[in-house]
C-alpha cells in the first residue's frame, strides 16, 4: 500500500501528559509523524491536536484507532479523504544585502507573506499557507541565504458541505 | 464488563450523585482512600510499605480490608494479577514511590499485555518536591504510561476519591487492564470532605461499546451457517467477559469445531471431541491443520498474536475471517478481517447463538478426526528419568483435571498448556502476552488467596522458579497450600531448546547452577520434596497434593526434553516440526 500524508485532528481533556501520552504511542507503535499542532479550542478544557502522519491506509487506521484508546482523547478525526483548509505558519530569516532587498521585497509580495523584522544583513518574514506554499518559499529563497527556519506544523479545518463517507467515519 | 449499565460512567458519590451535605466530617486523603476502595468492594489487596505510602498504610491499620505484604513489589503485582483472573475481580496493589513503583513495571506490563483489570497505586513524594530528583522520586507515571490502560497523578486531595473511582470504572470496563493512580504523600495526609459535587467522573473519551451491531451478528451467523469448513478460534477475552457458557452453547449448536489460545484455556471442555485443543507455535497439529484449512474462521476475544498466526501472510489462507472483539483497535490489526463484531463476547455470543444452524459437517469432523489419530499429543516416556510431561499428565489425572493452574514462562508452561486438560474457566493463570518468568509462583499465591478452597498448583521452571521464590515466606505466613512442581531440568529449557535447534548446540548462558529447591522450600518454613526416579512420581503427586502447607517438588526432569511440536518464527502454520510422522501434511 502507497505511504501517504494524512491529517488526522484529536480533541483532547487538557490534563497533564496527554501530549507525552500521544507522542509516546506514536514513537512505541512505529508510527510516522510529519508534524504535530497543538493549541486551545473555544473550549478551555480541550485542545486539538493537528496530526500530520506518514502512513499507508492500514497503519492510518491503526493511529486512528490507538489514539482513540488514549483514555484523555476526547474525539479524533481522520482528515484523510476530506476538502481542507491547510495552514502552516512560518517564521523564516533570509540573507538580505542591501543590493538583494527589492528583489527579496517582490518575491515575499508574490506569497503574500510579511516582513516582521528587518537587520542589517538580514530580513525575518512571516509566511501562512498550505505546506507546499511554505515550501516554495524556502526554495525561492534558498539562493540569497536561509538562515533560520521556525514553522508551526500544519493546522488544518475541512471545508463544508462534508462527504457523507467522511462523516460516518468521524466516529471515534 | 458484561455489565450493560456500565456503558456510560455512573456517577460517583452515591446512587443520586447529588453533592452531599456540606457538614459531612473532613477526612484525610489516606482515609478517602480506604472508605473508596471499600465501597468499590476491595476485599484484599497487596503490596509493600514505604516512606512516602506510611498515611496510607496508617489508615489501612484500622480497616477491614485484608492486606497480603509481598516480598518484593513484583511479587504483589503478580499476586493481584492472578487474584483478578480467578475471581474476575479488580486486583489492588500499593506501594510506595520510586523503587517500589519501578519494581511493579515488570508486574504492570504483564497485567497490560494480558488484559487483566488491576488498579495500582503509587505513593509519590509530595508535591512541591516533584521533579527536584527528591530521595525515591521517579517519574512514575511517565515510566508506566505505555503500559497501563490509564495512568494519572493525583495533585488535590479533593480529585482523589474521583480518581480512584475512575480508575476502577477504567479497569474492570471494556478490554480491562491495568490503571495506576500516583499519590504523593501531601495529597494523602490533605484533608477535604468525601463527596462533593466534583465528585462525578470526567471521563469524555472513554466510551465503552459492550454490545454488538445486530447487522454484524448476522452477517457472521450467515457465514457460520454457509460454513463447510469452519473454526472457532477463542482467546483470553471469552474468560475475561465470562461467556465460557456462552461459548459451549454455540459450539454446540452450530456444531464447529474450536481451538483456544493459550489465554483461551478454559474457555471451553478440552474433553469433549470438538475441542482441538490449543493451536499456535506449540499448539496441536489437528489445531493448526483446521486453522490453515478452515473456510470461515471464527475470533473470540484473541488478537491474532505472531505466536498465533505464525507466517501472517499464509495464516488461514482460504478463510473469512470473523472477528469478535471489545476493543476496535484489535480488528484488522494483524490479519485482515471480513466480518467486525465490536463488543463483549458475553453480548454478542448470546445474541449469535441465536441465529446459527445446526450443520452436521461431516467430512469437515471425519478430516479433523483423521489429524487426531495421526498426529496426537505424545512424548516418549519409556524412561527411568521423568519426563516432564508425564509430571503434568500424573497432576492432572490425580486432580482430575479440576485445580486451578498457575505457571511461569518456557517449555514448562507449553507443557502445562498441552498435556493438563482444562475444563473450566478461570482455572489457568499464565503470561501470555509478555512471557514473564517468574509469574507463576506469586500467580499461584494471589489464585490461593482468591479461592481459598481450590487445588492451585504452580508448575514452574527452574528458572523461572528462581526469579520470584523469595515469595516462599508470604505462602509459608498465610499457610497457603500452595503446590509448587518445580520441572527442573537445569536449563532455561526453551532458550536451550532454540539454541539446539537454531544455534548449533552452543548453549551460551542457558545452563544453571541451582540449589536444593526442597532445602530451600523447608528453610522458608515450606515442605519441600525431591523426586529423580519416574517411579516416585504418583506417590510424590499424591503426597504434595494431600498437603495442607506449601509444597515445593523439585522433579529431576530429563534435561534435554524439547516442546513438540513446533513451528518455527516465520514459517507457516501448517509447517510444524517434530510431528509423530515424518510426513509433513500437505495443505
Known sequence: MPTTKHTISALVQNKPGVLAHVAQMFAARSFNIDSLAVGRTEDPDISRMTIVVLANDSTVEQVRKQLGKIIPVVKVHDWTDENLVQRDLMLVKVAAPPEKRTEIQSLIEMFQAKVVDIGPKFVMVEVTGPEEKIEAFIDMCRPYGVKDVARTGIIAMPRHPRSPRQQAKENK | ??????????????????????????????????????????????????????????????????????????????????????????????????????????????????????????????????????????????????????????????????????????????????????????????????????????????????????????????????????????????????????????????????????????????????????????????????????????????????????????????????????????????????????????????????????????????????????????????TEGIKPQYVIEEVSRQTKGQALITTGVGQHQMWAAQFYRFSRPRHFITSGGLGTMGFGFPAAIGAQIAMPDEVVVNFDGDSSFSMTLNELPTAVEHKLPVKVCVLNNGYMGMVRQWQELFYGKRYSKSFLQHPSFAKVAEAFGAVGLTATKKVEVPEIVERMLKEKQCCVVDFHVEREENVWPMVASGSGLHEMAGLPTESIERL
Not at chain 2, 311 to 328: L, M, Q, S, T
Not at chain 2, 329 to 340: E, F, H, L, R, T
Open chain 2, 1 to 382: 464488563m458484561s455489565d450493560k449499565s456500565l456503558s456510560t460512567p455512573p456517577k460517583a458519590g452515591g446512587k443520586s450523585g447529588k453533592p452531599k451535605e456540606a457538614s459531612k466530617p473532613e477526612m484525610t486523603g489516606s482515609e478517602i482512600f480506604c472508605q473508596t476502595l471499600i465501597s468499590e468492594g476491595v476485599e484484599t489487596m497487596f503490596g509493600y510499605p514505604g516512606g512516602v505510602v506510611l498515611p496510607v498504610f496508617d489508615a489501612l491499620y484500622d480497616s477491614p480490608i485484608n492486606f497480603i505484604l509481598s516480598r518484593h513489589e513484583q511479587g504483589a503485582t503478580h499476586m493481584a494479577d492472578a487474584y483478578a483472573r480467578a475471581t474476575g475481580k479488580v486486583g489492588v496493589v500499593l506501594v510506595t514511590s520510586g523503587p517500589g513503583a519501578t519494581n511493579t513495571v515488570t508486574g504492570i506490563a504483564t497485567a497490560y499485555m494480558d488484559s487483566t483489570p488491576m488498579v495500582v497505586i503509587t505513593g509519590q513524594v509530595k508535591t512541591p518536591l516533584i521533579g527536584n530528583d527528591a530521595f525515591q522520586e521517579a517519574d512514575t507515571t511517565g515510566i508506566t504510561r505505555p503500559i497501563t490502560k490509564h495512568n494519572c497523578i493525583v495533585k488535590n486531595v479533593k480529585d482523589l476519591e474521583r480518581s480512584l473511582r475512575e480508575a476502577f470504572f477504567i479497569a474492570r470496563t471494556g478490554r480491562p487492564g491495568p490503571v495506576l493512580i500516583d499519590l504523593p504523600l501531601d495529597v494523602s495526609i490533605a484533608k477535604t470532605n468525601l463527596n462533593g459535587s466534583e465528585q462525578q467522573m470526567d471521563l469524555p473519551g472513554y466510551r465503552v461499546r459492550p454490545l454488538g451491531h445486530l447487522r454484524q451478528i448476522k452477517r457472521a451467523a450467515e457465514a457460520i451457517n454457509a460454513a463447510e469448513r469452519p473454526v472457532i478460534y477463542a482467546g483470553g477475552g471469552v474468560i475475561l467477559s465470562d461467556a465460557a457458557q456462552e461459548l459451549t452453547a454455540l459450539v454446540n449448536k452450530a456444531n464447529v469445531p474450536i481451538t483456544t489460545t493459550l489465554l483461551g484455556l478454559g474457555g471451553f471442555d478440552e474433553n469433549d471431541p470438538k475441542s482441538l485443543h490449543m493451536l499456535g507455535m506449540h499448539g496441536t497439529a489437528y489445531a493448526n491443520f483446521a486453522v490453515q484449512e478452515c473456510d470461515v474462521l471464527v475470533a473470540i476475544g484473541a488478537r491474532f498474536d505472531d505466536r498465533i498466526t505464525g507466517d501472517v501472510k499464509r495464516f488461514a489462507p482460504n478463510a473469512k475471517v470473523i472477528h469478535i472483539d471489545i476493543d476496535p483497535a484489535s480488528i484488522s490489526k494483524n490479519v485482515k478481517v471480513d466480518i467486525p463484531v465490536v463488543g463483549d463476547a458475553k453480548n454478542i455470543l448470546t445474541e449469535l447463538v441465536n441465529f446459527v444452524e445446526h450443520r452436521d459437517r461431516p467430512g469437515w469432523f471425519e478430516r479433523i478426526e483423521g489429524w487426531k489419530q495421526k498426529y496426537p499429543l505424545v512424548y516418549d516416556n519409556n
